[in-house]
């Protein structure tokens, strides 16, 4: 065995890293007051390659692997949560069906626009009435001539605000629940799409995070994608990779937080030394920094999986669990080893505190993945 | 034409260092390695040359040590080099900036280059010397500490940071080797996919005995951190009294009143 990175992968996470420390850490507090992503930090994201890494060249992507996406999901949400999870939706959950699914003509038409972040993408499938159970979804399509005909509206739409290119699951028959779902790839500037309002939230607040309504939404046919029924199962092998990259996302608000708090621990003097030689914060530091690694190896071993075309069900549940459980532990950690100083919004563990929560929540809740590792435990 | 640019990993600066078992270098554990900063604008020049003067110009990016350094070859080759060569050299950091120069000046002397880049000096050892030692055991001319660089039709014309500030205006022809400083220019971040196209550009090795003839002429004989400063002094005294000595003391032990 062997659980060193690559030269490859370290060169690599050297360059994000940079990129990361002078391009997105100086504004990372700004981003959050001022609920946006500046668009040219948007754009050069998309030349360095970080919105399309793991797509075929062919296709205007960086031609690298999971696990190249993985690190710089995770190196850029060390500084920005929200930077993170607008990478992390937008190729997981936009590219990444398309690419899957998508026929060839599908593929060149939507993926270079997308890959190097000209358009940014989302996902479309959360509704009032269907998060965890996708089967309940009330968002409708009718079939006209060489047109689908779409209705409805979807909720909390990462990425929605960009008015991009969008994946968005509609049901043609309620009674079939999942089995009348299919996806389509859709224009969010076309006719019939309104933005409701674009949420404001407790953390990662410079990411949209964007309610739809679709009034007569015509999409022409050839934008179904994959089989018509066949939606819920291409929600389903999405989710699965998308978890991978809010995982990345959460360890890397996890290690920023650390990083953090394991500096000021041995800067901050009481009582006439170091925090850090104090046992008490000793074993946080131990503790936050165990979990730490633990998520990392479990995705890396994840992206590894899918990399070598091995199931990897189970490995990325464990990973988003894992991550996210660990993002919110070092960030309540590291904001008692700051102390009042934690709570203070300049000293930025506040933010990462606040950005942390919800990475147990989205891309299926933490109970949703404690079903699917148990389920296969037990099938 | 042919360009080279030499490259140096060297330890983050920000790294605690510990000398080796032998006490006369750092200890490599623990350490993270990062392409030296000023070879980082040596990189990005050569690469701006490279751009400019378009097809039919190869451009060569060389380090000595031992596989570590690949990782800074490969980020010059994602920053835009079209090929390496990398000096195997399990004990690089041993040998002094006369054997490392005269390596580089091995490996170079009969390929034809027009222009060698280097930074002017590694951020670890920091002699300053491998750059213009290369340059004359080739026979080029030389400049060095550029913080401003043009090539038109065989000659060179650099800008020199001098020292206080001033500035100068130096002209040579090719061949020549230039060392380069802060200032010069801001090297650009390999992209993703210039770091996957770098996958495939190719990396001759050179194991180091093949280019290696000469011996050191100097030999680090210690590292070790300085000394542990002593407490603050106090300073008693009427006012005037105390101004003198302090001004004692800054003239003595700083430049700020010199």
Same mark, same amino acid.
């Not at chain 1, 925090?275 to 104090?278: K, R």
């Not at chain 1, 203070?344 to 930025?348: H, K």
């Given at each position: 065995m062997n659980f060193d990175l690559s030269q490859d992968h370290k060169v690599l996470q050297s360059a994000v890293r940079d990129f990361v420390e002078k391009e997105i850490k100086p504004i990372a507090m700004k981003i959050d007051e001022e609920h946006m992503i500046p668009d040219a930090l948007v754009k050069m994201m998309g030349e360095m390659g970080f919105l399309g890494s793991y797509f075929p060249e062919e296709y205007s992507? #960086? &031609?690298?692997?999971m696990l190249s996406y993985a690190i710089v999901v995770e190196e850029v949400s060390k500084a920005c949560g929200s930077s993170g999870v607008l990478i992390s939706a937008h190729t997981s959950l936009c590219n990444g069906p398309i690419y899957t699914f998508g026929t060839p003509e599908q593929k060149k038409k939507w993926l270079p626009a997308l890959n190097t972040g000209e358009i940014i993408g989302c996902f479309l499938l959360t509704e009032p009435n269907a998060?965890?159970? #996708? &089967?309940?979804?009330?968002?409708m399509y009718t079939r006209e001539g060489d047109e689908f005909v779409i209705n409805g509206g979807k909720i909390f739409?990462?990425?929605?605000?960009?008015?991009g290119t969008g994946v968005l699951f509609a049901s043609?028959?309620?009674?079939?629940?999942?089995?009348?779902i299919s996806a389509f790839i859709v224009d969010?500037?076309?006719?019939?799409?309104?933005?409701l309002k674009n949420e404001n939230k407790?953390?990662?607040?410079?990411?949209y995070t964007t309610a739809f309504a679709f009034d007569n939404l015509r999409v022409p046919?050839?934008?179904?994608?994959?089989?018509?029924?066949k939606g819920f199962n291409i929600a389903m092998d999405t989710l699965n990779g998308g978890r991978i990259g809010i995982a990345s996302q959460a360890l890397g608000i996890a290690e920023g937080a650390f990083e953090r708090a394991l500096a000021y621990s041995k800067e901050r003097k009481q009582f006439g030394q170091p925090?850090?030689?104090?046992q008490g914060i000793q074993f946080k530091l131990a503790d936050m920094y165990a979990r730490i690694e633990t998520s990392k190896l479990m995705i890396y071993k994840a992206a590894w999986l899918k990399d070598n075309k091995m199931n990897y069900t189970m490995e990325s549940a464990m990973c988003k669990m894992l991550a996210s459980e660990a993002a919110t532990y070092v960030t309540k950690e590291a904001m008692q080893i700051f102390g009042g100083y934690g709570f203070?919004?300049?000293?930025?563990i506040e933010r990462m505190y606040r950005d942390a929560k919800i990475t147990e929540i989205y891309e299926g809740t933490n109970e949703v993945q404690r079903v699917v590792i148990s389920k296969m435990l037990l099938s | 034409m042919k360009l080279l640019v030499c490259i140096k990993q060297v330890p983050d600066l920000e790294s605690r260092f510990k000398p080796d078992a032998a006490g006369t270098w750092y200890n490599e554990a623990d350490l993270a390695f990062r392409m030296n900063e000023y070879d980082e604008y040596a990189v990005e020049q050569a690469v701006q040359l490279r751009e400019k003067l378009g097809e039919g110009t190869e451009l060569t990016v060389l380090s000595i040590g031992p596989d570590r350094v690949v990782e800074a070859i490969k980020k010059s080759l994602a920053m835009g080099c079209d090929n390496a060569a990398h000096i195997q050299d399990?004990?690089?950091?041993?040998?002094?900036p006369w054997q490392i120069a005269s390596i580089i000046a091995a490996y170079a002397k009969?390929?034809?280059?027009d222009i060698v880049f280097t930074g002017m000096?590694?951020?670890?050892?920091?002699?300053?010397q491998v750059g213009v030692t290369v340059a004359e055991l080739l026979g080029f001319a030389c400049t060095t500490t550029i913080v401003g660089f043009d090539y038109d039709n065989g000659t060179i014309t650099a800008k020199r940071e001098l020292e206080g500030g001033i500035k100068g205006i130096v002209k040579l022809k090719t061949p020549a080797l230039v060392t380069c400083q802060l200032g010069l220019n801001i090297p650009r971040y390999p992209t993703l996919p210039n770091i996957m196209k770098a996958k495939k550009k190719e990396i001759t090795v050179i194991p180091v005995a093949e280019l290696l003839a000469t011996e050191a002429l100097?030999?680090?004989?210690s590292f070790h951190p300085p000394a542990k400063k002593g407490g603050g002094i106090v300073l008693e005294g009427d006012v005037g009294e105390l101004v003198d000595k302090v001004i004692a003391i800054l003239k003595d032990k700083t430049a700020v009143l010199r």
């Open positions: 992507g #960086a &031609g690298l692997d998060g965890s159970d #996708a &089967g309940g979804t009330a968002t739409i990462t990425n929605g605000g960009y008015l043609h028959d309620r009674a079939l629940k999942h089995k009348g969010l500037k076309s006719p019939g799409v309104t933005i407790m953390g990662i607040r410079g990411s046919v050839e934008n179904l994608l994959g089989q018509e029924g925090i850090s030689e104090f203070i919004c300049d000293y930025e | 399990p004990a690089a950091s041993g040998k002094d009969d390929k034809g280059f000096q590694s951020q670890d050892r920091g002699s300053a100097a030999a680090t004989t």
